[in-house]
Nanobody, 123 residues
Framework: QVQLVESGGGLVQPGGSLRLSCAAS????????MGWYRQAPGKERELVAQ???????NVADSVKGRFTISRDNAKNTVYLQMNSLKPEDTAVYYC?????????????????WGQGTQVTVSS
């Protein structure tokens, strides 16, 4: 029904920048909140940033001032601009979206996840 396709991950040196993108497609009526999560090896998945449909944002303290979340509702896409990257930012990053979609004859919000994109910050 709905797919979230992520792109933009890769290897970057400390202090560098990356821009992640996540585009939703499929049977979408509308999208409410969107966000980015990350999971490092041996750690629990944590919220990095989230953004509402109207643009209100919430960013984790660990990335505040370095990461910026934004969205383009016309493109059903959420972005994560990551600057001043640190080794501790190394993780698999997953996008998330609360999508109003129709499954069979039921229209409701469903949580969808991207496939994950690896971000590695290393010298």
């Amino acid at each position: 029904q709905v797919q979230l396709v992520e792109s933009g991950g890769g290897l970057v040196q400390p202090g560098g920048s990356l821009r992640l993108s996540c585009a939703a497609s499929g049977s979408i009526v509308s999208i409410n909140d969107m966000g980015w999560y990350r999971q490092a090896p041996g750690k629990e998945r944590e919220l990095v940033a989230q953004i509402t449909k109207r643009g209100s944002t919430n960013v984790a303290d660990s990335v505040k001032g370095r990461f910026t979340i934004s969205r383009d509702n016309a493109k059903n896409t959420v972005y994560l601009q990551m600057n001043s990257l640190k080794p501790e930012d190394t993780a698999v990053y997953y996008c998330n979206a609360d999508v109003l979609s129709t499954r069979a004859m039921r229209t409701m919000f469903y949580a969808y996840w991207g496939q994950g994109t690896q971000v590695t910050v290393s010298s």
